[in-house]
């Protein structure tokens, strides 16, 4: 498996083969069979269907690269119910991640210790 951890999960190779086979349906419908058109348009929001499902079940990942003990493809992600801080799919499903403090900027950081 790659060092860079970028999508290497349950999730994103089956969203990946599903939304493949729904271009390559897509694509003959173009070519000649006209409800091939809608059918494979159907199958590629299945694949994003499918993936989402899948990342929200743990078998995704979230932004960023992970440490190097969490990346086996066959590894669930135990901190996707409370969902990925930055993460667009858990957004849409209600999920915020955990909480954090907001970053401050140099300014404020003087200012707070110049009132200590």
């Keep these: 498996m790659s060092t860079h951890d970028d999508g290497h999960t349950i999730a994103g ?26 059918l494979g348009l159907g199958v590629l929001g299945l694949a ?16 960023g690269p992970r440490p190097a003990s969490q ?3 066959r590894l669930r992600d135990g901190t996707a119910r409370e969902g990925h801080p930055g ?4 957004r849409l499903a209600g999920r915020r991640g955990p909480a954090r403090a907001p970053a401050r900027r140099e300014s404020e950081e003087q200012v707070a210790r110049s009132a200590a």
Excluded at 20 to 35: F, S
Excluded at 48 to 63: E, R, Y
Excluded at 87 to 90: E, F, N, P, T
């Design 13 to 38: 190779w089956t969203g990946c083969a599903v939304g493949t086979v729904g271009a390559l349906i897509a694509g003959v419908g173009i070519t000649g069979w006209r409800p091939g058109i809608w």
């Design 87 to 90: 993460c667009v799919g858990c």
């Design 71 to 73: 990346r086996p493809m």
């Design 48 to 63: 994003v269907l499918v993936t989402w499902i899948l990342h929200l079940a743990g078998w995704g990942k979230a932004p």
